[in-house]
């Protein structure tokens, strides 16, 4: 019986959720399915992620808007004859176009969240050309209920919408043994309180927020730290304005044991689809202070696994901060509330068996 094939269009393949959802899904994807990732600039370091046998095509994009490279898009997939191309985010638009141009007409076409070039999906010729290319899209999937009510009621894309909560590992994220490890690492004492966020380094994710509010925790708790884990074009600005006790460690391949060593996690962004990182945090056993943002009150659930703030207030983030970290034993309540609910809610299985189940009924309807 011949597999089906699915072509993953996105722009890279560098560090961020996006990359690792996809990642998660074809390491644990069903064998009646082959998958290919085409990129349209090139590959990136989440490629680490994938199976050793994935096929990683790079198409190197030019900046702008090409035809030729439509042109390129189009001949590329009519080659590789996929079942079922599935696109993501603004820069899957050139996908659906090419996928069409190809003769392709099995498209999925996912949505994970926005950029600071468009912070709420609003921009008024985006959702116009959304609109338009709808009608070559077979079914769309979402990371969130906020996603998916945008694409329903405000793009009005008028196709199937399939809203699929991210995956996580709950055995790799889990509370136990590193923290020691990961301390003596920066000269830190196992008293000493210590916080951190994890994410991309990028305008979207407002860390500037939370250097500030870190400021005035330490007002109160000099001896506490703020651990910075992740990279991108945003370092060096961001480096220049984070103040005392903020300790930058780049992408680094042990998250797992740095989040053990946290009391606390932290997330300022601007806006989310369904953050990885929150749910890591929370299947490790630590709290998360998190934006009332997109899809973040779909995971933490307020004053009890986690406590939810205004957006770009380093008042009501330092407040909350110190609330947690002046009392330890809420942070083990929530904490423990925290991986509950993951296991309940966010298993890895149930993630890929939905969206195989799209590209069960997507494949169905074009034969």
């Known amino acids: 019986m011949s597999k089906t094939r699915i072509v993953h269009i996105i722009y890279s393949f560098e560090t961020?959720?996006?990359?690792?959802?996809?990642?998660?899904?074809?390491?644990s994807a069903s064998p009646e399915f082959e998958h290919v990732i085409f990129c349209l600039t090139t590959s990136g370091k989440s490629e680490s992620l994938l199976p050793p046998n994935t096929q990683i095509i790079?198409?190197?994009?030019?900046?702008?808007?090409?035809?030729?490279f439509l042109l390129k898009l189009s001949r590329v997939l009519k080659n590789l004859r996929p079942d079922i191309v599935h696109t993501r985010n603004w820069s899957g638009m050139d996908g659906i176009i090419a996928a069409r141009m190809a003769g392709i007409r099995a498209v999925v076409h996912g949505e994970h969240g926005w950029g600071m070039e468009d912070p709420q999906g609003l921009h008024p010729k985006r959702v116009l050309i959304r609109r338009f290319l709808s009608r070559w899209v077979s079914e769309y999937t979402c990371v969130s209920k906020q996603i998916e009510n945008w694409l329903c009621n405000d793009v009005r894309v008028g196709k199937p919408v399939s809203q699929i909560y991210n995956g996580v590992d709950s055995e790799k994220y889990c509370p136990g043994n590193g923290r020691d490890r990961?301390?003596?690492e920066f000269g830190l004492a196992a008293d000493i309180p210590l916080v951190g966020v994890v994410g991309r380094l990028d305008p979207?994710?407002?860390?500037?927020?939370l250097f500030r509010a870190f400021e005035a925790v330490r007002t109160v708790l000099p001896e506490a730290r703020l651990l910075v884990v992740g990279d991108g074009p945003e370092r060096k600005r961001l480096e220049s304005r984070a103040g005392d006790g903020v300790i930058f460690l780049g992408n680094r391949s042990d998250v797992p044991e740095i989040l053990r060593a946290l009391d606390l996690f932290v997330l300022p962004s601007l806006n989310e689809g369904i953050s990885n990182t929150i749910l890591e945090a929370m299947a490790t056993g630590i709290p998360v202070v998190a934006t009332r943002m997109g899809g973040n009150p779909e995971l933490v659930e307020d004053n009890h696994t986690g406590?939810?703030?205004?957006?770009s207030d380093p008042s009501a983030l330092s407040n909350a901060i110190l609330h947690y970290l002046e009392n330890p034993d809420l942070i083990r309540r929530?904490?423990?509330?925290?991986?509950?609910?993951?296991?309940?809610?966010?298993?890895?299985?149930?993630?890929?068996?939905?969206?195989?189940?799209?590209?069960?009924?997507?494949a169905k309807q074009i034969r």
């Open 182 to 184: 990961i301390r003596s």
């Open 58 to 68: 790079e198409l190197y994009k030019p900046p702008g808007n090409s035809p030729f």
């Open 334 to 362: 929530h904490g423990e509330a925290g991986r509950v609910r993951v296991n309940k809610s966010f298993s890895i299985p149930s993630m890929v068996r939905s969206y195989e189940a799209v590209y069960r009924c997507v």
């Open 16 to 27: 961020g959720g996006l990359e690792k959802g996809i990642a998660t899904l074809v390491t």
């Open 204 to 209: 979207i994710k407002d860390h500037p927020t």
């Open 307 to 311: 406590i939810l703030v205004r957006p």
